[in-house]
């Protein structure tokens, strides 16, 4: 069952999303939402967002940050959907796995008919730690409108041999070396986070599927 929440004209609102859950936002003229969706439990998942930026001038900032690890099957589908005028959108997505863990990642960004001078941008950045570790990244840009901007990028990185001599013959443990990649990896999403004592706690979470 989808969630629906409104958030109304002129307001501001900060949320910590849950995973395995389907939620939708509706935006009014001139709202902000900053959206935060970490998916680090050990369970499989299947987690839906559909932000609409249905008043003009409305904005959305999304971070999300996932983590699979041993068989777990991570499903995410997140969509940014213009519909007002002057409307812009920010998605960003960082993903590991390791071991033999599944993570898909499905993002998009629509301009829809009356979107007119929209900005939306989206971009996905994933970690590879293990040779039988997999992520599918599947970036969508669906324009229907022509007086609109919108644009994507995606990298993936793997954490090979070559790395990991680099830091052990400076003097780190292996363990220890891995936790700095990873660290480093999603320091720039976590820092969206004002909350420290979070972000310290979502750092711990991390760090234990490392073990």
Not at 15 to 37: H, K, P, Q, W
Not at 75 to 96: P, W
């Amino acid at each position: 069952m989808t969630k629906t929440q409104t958030i109304k004209s002129g307001e501001r609102a900060q949320v910590l999303g849950e995973e395995n859950t389907s939620t939708r936002f509706v935006l009014e003229d001139d709202a902000i939402l900053d959206y935060f969706l970490p998916i680090l439990s050990d369970d499989n998942s299947d987690s839906r967002v559909t932000v609409e930026l249905k008043g003009k001038r409305s904005r959305v900032n999304s971070h999300i940050v996932f983590f699979g690890h041993k068989t777990q099957e991570q499903k995410i589908r997140f969509e940014h959907i213009h519909l007002g005028e002057d409307t812009q959108s920010s998605m960003s997505a960082k993903g590991a796995a390791k071991d033999r863990a599944v993570s898909s990642f499905f993002g998009s960004v629509k301009m829809l008919p009356g979107s007119i001078n929209a900005k939306g941008h989206l971009s996905e950045h994933n970690l590879i730690l293990s040779p039988h570790a997999r992520i599918e990244a599947i970036p969508a840009l669906e324009i229907e409108h022509n007086e609109v901007e919108a644009s994507h990028a995606a990298t993936l990185e793997r954490v090979d041999e070559e790395k990991m001599f680099y830091l052990n013959a400076r003097g780190l443990p292996t363990a220890e070396a891995m936790e700095l990649l990873v660290e480093g990896f999603f320091e720039a999403a976590f820092s969206s986070l004002e909350d420290e004592e979070l972000r310290r706690t979502l750092t711990a979470e991390l760090f234990k599927k490392l073990a």
